[in-house]
């Protein structure tokens, strides 16, 4: 397996929070506001796995999710569950941390959660490492795009196991001078 264990001074535990948004570590008692949430084929349409929205699916993707570790759960400022996202390492990025396995519910696509949960993902790795790791879907040109919207780059394709079995992966990275670059055209 290419997944390696998040580097010794990175709490991937931690309670990240702004006006909009609070990522807070994944527990048990998330699974039934997390399956609803999941439960939009449309969210799912560029994936590879393309049934996750069905419960019996989703349940396994949770099950991955809470034993691996660094998932947080994203509540909007109503407190309202509305998808996830995760830090991970994988050892073709020795000197990053990953950001991946994360789904938003559909009403909150093409404004600025997305930003705002990698803004406070990409923080918190920055403060640790030089450089956020992304490994997405061949298949999954929308959030490629969106990735890149980030300032990342795209490496080179690779195949590799992250812990849900061997899969090929765009591989893009993003350093931080390109994602200072980012926030201030964002805050002109």
Not at 68 to 88: H, K
Not at 105 to 134: C, Q, S, Y
Not at 157 to 182: F, H, I, K, Q, Y
Request: hydrophobic share 45%; with cysteine.
């Amino acid at each position: 397996m290419d997944a390696r264990a998040l580097p010794d001074g990175f709490d991937g535990s931690c309670v990240l929070r702004s006006d909009q948004l609070e990522l807070r570590p994944l527990a048990e008692s998330d699974r039934a506001a997390l399956t609803a949430a999941a439960g939009d084929p449309d969210i799912w349409a560029g994936h590879p796995a393309t049934d996750r929205w069905t419960p019996e699916v989703f349940a396994g993707y949770f099950d991955f999710l809470l034993e691996a570790g660094g998932t947080m759960v994203a509540r909007d400022a109503t407190g309202e569950v509305i998808g996830l996202s995760r830090f991970y390492a994988s050892a073709d990025a020795p000197e990053g941390i990953g950001i991946g396995f994360t789904f938003l519910v559909r009403r909150h696509w093409g404004g600025d959660t997305n930003f705002e949960v990698k803004r406070l993902m990409v923080a918190h790795i920055f403060a640790t490492v030089p450089e956020v790791w992304f490994h997405i879907a061949p298949t999954n040109i929308r959030s490629q795009k969106a990735t890149a919207k980030l300032g990342a780059v795209q490496v080179e394709d690779r195949r590799l196991d992250l812990g849900t079995g061997p899969a090929d992966w765009v591989r893009m990275m993003l350093r931080r001078e390109a994602w200072d670059e980012v926030c201030a055209r964002r805050l002109a």
